[in-house]
DNA sequence: TACGGGATGATGGTCAGACCATTAGCACTA
DNA sequence: TAGTGCTAATGGTCTGACCATCATCCCGTA
């Protein structure tokens, strides 16, 4: 009968309605809000809560502010950088363990592979082996890094041509992650040992062979689990 | 010679400091920050500047502020519940299509089987049938939603004991996402081909036959690509 | 003595107005 | 024509004030 009445922060419900606004596609990419004082008047609220919502809008990767003159705030364009930037930065601050993550991508990365090794087109194999030549530069170079391996495996979900998945696993090597985790650690070993399967691997997609891809990704992982489950202390 | 001098807004700087204090676990789910007035002095900044990195923590699911005596910002317990609605925030605004993110679902939750097969105890099995009691008779009432459905799906992710599958799986059943893509419709056939279906899964489950699990949670999954596809127009 | 209710102080939420720093564009000058 | 300084718009920060909320304490009453 008597509705409850919630008197959300004002600042709130200025986030909420610009918010909808974006997802309704009122506002697309590369739009300019108006200014604060312009929004000021238009909500009829100080001009401290309109900067609390665009603190809040800005914090949520739904806008990019800028200074100065023709400054303001910008819708962004919603990149799948950008959202697995996102998602990596949630999994670094979650109660999960190493293994929790390395179980998941397993699932992720291994489940994939079928769509992999259907969809992958010339260019996608091209693509990888250039990924493959200049890891091997690296290593030979003593400047191999986990960013190599990591690019490599985003590049394989890639043949999906999913942005979805393309997405997740991209977040799974997400720069957060990997300094939490391994600490940037590349044992000299690890990299030849790791290329040496990338490679394998890439072999297996050419060959439209699932059944060899989720073998050497399978060993590929295990060995990386390993690894990571020494040091994983949380 | 000049080392370039990159002045950052201050409220960030605050937010960095605060962030790596709790990463660094100086700070633990529960502590309470000190008020506003007195990080002011502390920090030397006014209190709007406080303020602004309080509402970008906020936003961030790092505190959560409270009013009154007592109150203040609380730095919180990172739940899975959270993330996967921050998730799930992330996923739908996205430029992602129905398909991509149904093809994303196929992978995690057929992928897991294998796992969860192993791993379901006997408490696991009970709460599966549970929830599809309730759905059944939530079905005979008339009352049949899609968030019984999803409550199904979270529950079989939690066999797998692991908190980032669950997160995965729990993020891909959002309120927001339903909301986007399939609207609530419930249509009743769904419903009871759905809650069958369900049924036959946790059968598997507890026959421990991986084939016949992920035999029938394809078919599952199919379907309700389905008919996901037909409304879906983005 | 025990209980209920009002007073109290700490805390976050909001406001108004001011000033500074930054920046793109413009007009002016050499 | 090229360079340079001005200008106006815009975000960033500060100050001080007032309001709403809420746990706690104290006092009066039964």
Redesign the pocket.
């Known amino acids: 009968m008597f509705a409850p009445v919630s008197?959300d922060?004002?600042?709130?419900v200025i986030v909420d309605q610009i918010k909808l606004l974006i997802r309704d596609g009122r506002l697309t990419p590369g739009d300019r809000?108006p200014?604060?004082?312009?929004l000021?008047q238009r909500f009829?609220?100080?001009?401290?809560?309109v900067?609390?919502a665009?603190r809040v809008l800005e914090a949520s990767g739904l806008v990019e502010?800028?200074?100065?003159?023709?400054?303001?705030?910008f819708v962004t364009a919603p990149s799948t950088e950008r959202l697995s930037a996102g998602l990596a930065d949630l999994l670094s601050l979650a109660p999960l363990t190493g293994s929790n993550v390395t179980e998941a991508r397993k699932v992720v990365e291994i489940g994939i592979l079928p769509l992999v090794v259907e969809r992958a087109t010339e260019e996608d194999v091209t693509d990888l082996l250039a990924i493959i030549d200049e890891a091997e530069a690296a290593l030979a170079a003593g400047e191999y890094t986990m960013g190599l391996s990591a690019a490599f495996h985003v590049r394989v979900a890639g043949c999906t041509h999913n942005p979805a998945i393309e997405m997740l696993v991209h977040s799974f090597h997400g720069p957060i992650l990997m300094s939490l985790r391994q600490a940037q650690m590349a044992a000299p070993t690890m990299g030849h040992k790791g290329t040496e399967e990338h490679r394998a691997l890439v072999e297996a997609i050419k060959a439209h062979d699932v059944d060899a891809a989720v073998a050497v990704m399978s060993t590929h992982l295990e060995r990386t689990a390993e690894r990571t489950a020494e040091d994983a202390q949380d």
Chains 1, 2 share one sequence.
Not at 65 to 73: E, P
């Open positions: 008197v922060r004002v600042s709130q809000l200014s604060e004082r312009d000021c009829g609220v100080s001009r401290v809560t900067r609390e665009l502010i800028r200074v100065g003159a023709r400054g303001g705030a």
